[in-house]
């Protein structure tokens, strides 16, 4: 089976700093993976590069959406146009859209999934009427979906923290990805908060056939979640297997140790 | 409502206020005294001590940091209550309680409608003839609005368009004949292509640098028209541009005066239909992700560069087609009808009534061209009272006289055909 997404030798320079070095990575269909690492390893460039945020210096990223026949290769086009594919992500540095509606938050996802134009904006034709009171349903099923319908009509800034981080999700989801990437979705979450996200992503990769990469530190959710675990330490990538050998890889360990000893 | 008042009371004569109020009065004191208590009698070469002077400006200092303190205590306090999540009627702004009485805020606009309607029939041309000025600023402020207030790009400058508008009809006219109507499509979609042509170079910048680079733009353009004679006439500009007609009809100052109304405030209505539509659809709410957040934005897959240029463009069609009411309303255009002053006069306009919000752009506009109208006494001091009326504007109400709001959805607690718009 082709993997949806598979990563060949990624590198990202920043001047002199090599952010992400020659990094491998795979995933396959309706696979959870965790991508770990101590602060600054690399993992929040690793995901910008991929998403388009940021130009990979060299390196390839080769998407194969589930049902299509061949491979695309993606690295260097422009945000909108990775999204468009089939790609979301969420931010770790929560970037809402603070002064518009919860809901609207989750329509804006929707957006390159619709056609209305200035045209239509104006006229407010029958099509354009449809399309928009089908983004509004959509949209709110995608709200009860993460619970946050009760927020509805909320400014998004207006959200306890949770639910901002869940709005997140909420709106990649919009954009209908086959793969969602996630940027330590748990940061800041209450034991009971995590506790729910972990449902959640499970239930967004079982019902939705949606394939997820995630970032994060909280290791109970790491490895309660994921199939597979990739490590990265100053942008290399020092290990990659099932939770059980990542645990043991001495590699890891020291990586992780040395961080706590420099902390 | 009492309790409050006496604990400002009581804090109007603190000790430590009165300290405060000295220290400032003081100060003032001595800043204005080379200007206001020395004078030198170059006749009799002899100074004058105008200590009389002094203890005025003593006075009235003191007096006046009492009342903004009054002023700033109250608005902290409402912010401290705000935060405090207190949600009581007392706090709900006009706009907000109009907003749960549509019928109230229906029956308002259609009073406002019909007197705006009525307005030239009971005034003189005078009157008539301030309106119209006041009106098309109105289209420019929310204009200007798409750009500055939803869309989130600083563009100063913006009296470009304006000018591409009035100048479109007065060439067009001159040297083809082409008249009112057909001008005033074509004024507009000039505007917007030169919006556009703008636009490109400056994609990439964001906030201060867009400003500054709109800025020069707008001043190239002036220098442009002053100086290119054979297109432009040069700062004597171009006279003589028949004012709008309908029907062939030969109509009198006066009378073409009050079309001329008309057909502003026609324009106003459309302009206002159009932009509250925009607003609530797909693209209105791209423009809006454009202003929170770029890279969220483009992360949600609306391509940016699109994006911002269909902002200029929707902005600039309405300046444009301004500027051709314009330049037929007053006959006469040279280059000094579209200063820099005049975009920052806009700008001052959606920043007074609240950006993005479209009842606010029309008092916005409303408020700066009629006061000075009827404030004619004070004219001395238009500016000083400009600059103070922004000035607490900014302090004591930061998102303007009218802020935005965001559309509102109701939805049926069932699960099945679980949801209906409401406005
Ligand atoms: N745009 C940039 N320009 C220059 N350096 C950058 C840029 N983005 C990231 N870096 C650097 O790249 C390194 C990796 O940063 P990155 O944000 O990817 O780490 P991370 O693994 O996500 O860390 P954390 O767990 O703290 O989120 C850091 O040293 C960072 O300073
Ligand atoms: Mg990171």
New interface residues.
């Given amino acids: 089976m082709t993997p949806v997404l598979d990563v060949k030798k990624l590198r990202m320079d920043f001047g002199g700093l090599r952010a992400v070095n020659d990094v491998d990575l795979h995933i396959n269909e309706k696979e959870i993976i965790a991508l770990i690492g101590p602060n600054g390893a690399g993992k929040t460039t690793f995901f910008n590069c991929i998403t388009g945020v940021n130009k990979p210096t060299a390196g390839d990223v080769i998407i194969c959406p589930p049902g299509a026949t061949h491979t695309k290769r993606i690295n260097g086009l422009k945000p909108n146009v990775i999204t468009e594919k089939g790609l979301a992500r969420t931010f770790q540095n929560i970037r809402l859209f603070q002064n518009m509606t919860v809901l609207e938050n989750v329509m804006i996802g929707r957006h390159t999934r619709m056609h209305a134009g200035i045209a239509g904006a104006i006229l407010r034709n029958k099509k354009t009427r449809e399309e928009e009171q089908k983004v509004i349903d959509d949209s709110y099923e995608i709200l009860k979906k993460l619970n946050l319908e009760q927020f509805v009509n909320e400014l998004a800034k207006n959200l306890p923290y949770g639910a901002q981080r869940r709005l997140e999700i909420a709106r990649a989801m919009a954009t209908d990805p086959f793969l969602l990437l996630l940027d330590e979705p748990a940061a800041g979450m209450n034991p009971q908060e995590t506790h729910e996200l972990v449902d959640t992503i499970n239930k967004i990769r079982d019902n939705e056939n949606i394939t997820i990469l995630l970032i994060e530190h909280d290791m109970g959710l790491v490895m309660t979640l994921s199939e597979r675990i990739y490590v990265v330490d100053y942008g290399k990538l020092i290990a990659s297997g099932a939770p059980d050998d990542i645990k043991k890889d001495p590699e890891v360990i020291k990586a992780y140790l040395g961080e706590d000893t420099n902390a | 409502m009492s309790n409050t008042s006496t604990e400002q009371a009581n804090r109007f004569i603190s000790l430590k206020d009165i300290k405060k109020s000295s220290f400032i009065a003081l100060w003032f004191m001595f800043l204005t005294f080379p200007i206001m208590v020395i004078k030198v009698n170059t006749v009799n070469n002899t100074v004058e001590w105008r200590w009389a002077n002094m203890i005025i400006i003593g006075v009235a200092s003191f007096i006046l940091s009492h009342v903004w303190r009054l002023f700033m205590n109250r608005r902290d306090g409402k912010l401290s209550d705000e935060q405090k999540g207190g949600q009581t009627v007392e706090k709900l702004t006009l706009r907000q309680k109009l907003d749960q009485k549509p019928v109230v805020a229906k029956s308002l606009s259609y009073a406002v409608l019909v007197l705006a309607i009525i307005f030239p029939l009971i005034s003189g041309m005078y009157q008539t003839s301030i309106m119209i000025t006041a009106l098309l600023y109105v289209v420019l402020a929310l204009g200007l609005n798409i750009m500055i207030g939803l869309s989130g790009l600083l563009v100063l400058g913006y009296i470009v368009f304006y000018g591409v508008g009035a100048y479109t009809y007065a060439l067009l006219n001159l040297h083809f004949g082409v008249n009112f109507w057909v001008a005033l499509p074509i004024g507009g979609i000039f505007a917007m292509i030169i919006g556009i042509l703008i636009a490109i170079p400056v994609l990439r910048l964001q906030g201060d640098y867009l400003a500054i680079v709109t800025l020069a733009f707008g001043e190239i353009f002036r220098i442009v028209l002053e100086n290119w004679n054979d297109l432009s006439f040069g700062p004597s500009g171009i006279a003589n541009i028949p004012r709008p007609t309908i029907f062939g009809l030969d109509l009198n100052v006066s009378q073409a005066t009050n079309l001329t109304y008309f057909i502003v405030l026609a324009f106003v209505l459309v302009t206002i239909f159009?932009i509250k539509?925009?607003e609530d659809?797909?693209?209105?709410?791209?423009l809006?992700?454009m202003r929170?957040?770029e890279?969220?934005?483009?992360?949600?897959?609306?391509?940016?560069g699109k994006t911002k240029l269909?902002a200029f463009a929707?902005s600039t069609f309405w300046a444009g087609v301004a500027g051709v009411i314009f330049a037929g309303k007053t006959t006469f255009i040279n280059p000094s009808s579209f200063t820099m002053w005049e975009s920052i006069l806009v700008l001052c306009m959606v920043v007074l009534g609240g950006m993005g919000s479209i009842p606010g752009a029309i008092v916005g506009a409303l408020i700066i061209t009629l006061l000075p109208e009827y404030l004619r006494a004070f004219s001395e001091y238009r500016m000083v009272i400009f600059g103070v009326v922004l000035v607490l504007v900014m302090v004591f109400k930061p998102d303007g006289m009218i802020p935005s709001i965001?559309?509102?959805?109701e939805?049926k607690k069932k699960p099945e055909s679980?949801?209906k718009?409401a406005e």
């Fill in positions: 159009v539509r925009l659809s797909r693209i209105g709410r791209s809006v992700a929170e957040d890279i969220a934005s483009e992360a949600m897959g609306i391509d940016m269909v929707l965001r559309q509102k959805y939805f679980n949801m718009e």
